[in-house]
């Protein structure tokens, strides 16, 4: 049974920083696109970065410069790293790892509060 369970999240003033941790079990992560999203009240899931099992990356316009996606395939892990948090960096953070058209899981997601 596949789990991602997703870790790291909490209050932070802005301008701070936080890492959050996506770690996959029952399966192997090397082949598998991960990808961040988050969801603010009210609003819809937006895409935040992705990273592609040859370490492609791609940026939200919102976080480009700011956020650093990353893996590491021999601890099953995927990362992102959050510099120069806004209020508006405010959200569920979910982990979604890809491995083919059918096959996709989720995380339950990680509050992320940014707040003085």
């Known amino acids: 049974q596949v789990q991602v369970v997703e870790s790291g999240g909490g209050l932070v003033q802005p301008g701070g920083s936080l890492r959050l941790s996506c770690v996959v079990s029952g399966t192997f992560l090397n082949t598998a696109t991960v990808g961040w999203y988050r969801q603010a009240p009210g609003k819809q899931r937006e895409l935040v970065a992705t990273i592609t099992s040859g370490s492609t990356t791609r940026y939200g316009d919102s976080v480009k410069g700011r956020f650093t996606i990353s893996r590491d395939n021999t601890k099953n892990t995927a990362y992102l790293q959050m510099n120069s948090l806004k209020p508006e960096d405010t959200a569920v953070y979910y982990c979604?790892?890809?491995?083919?058209?059918?096959?996709?899981?989720w995380g339950q997601g990680t509050q992320v509060t940014v707040s003085s």
């Open positions: 979604n790892v890809v491995f083919d058209r059918w096959t996709q899981y």
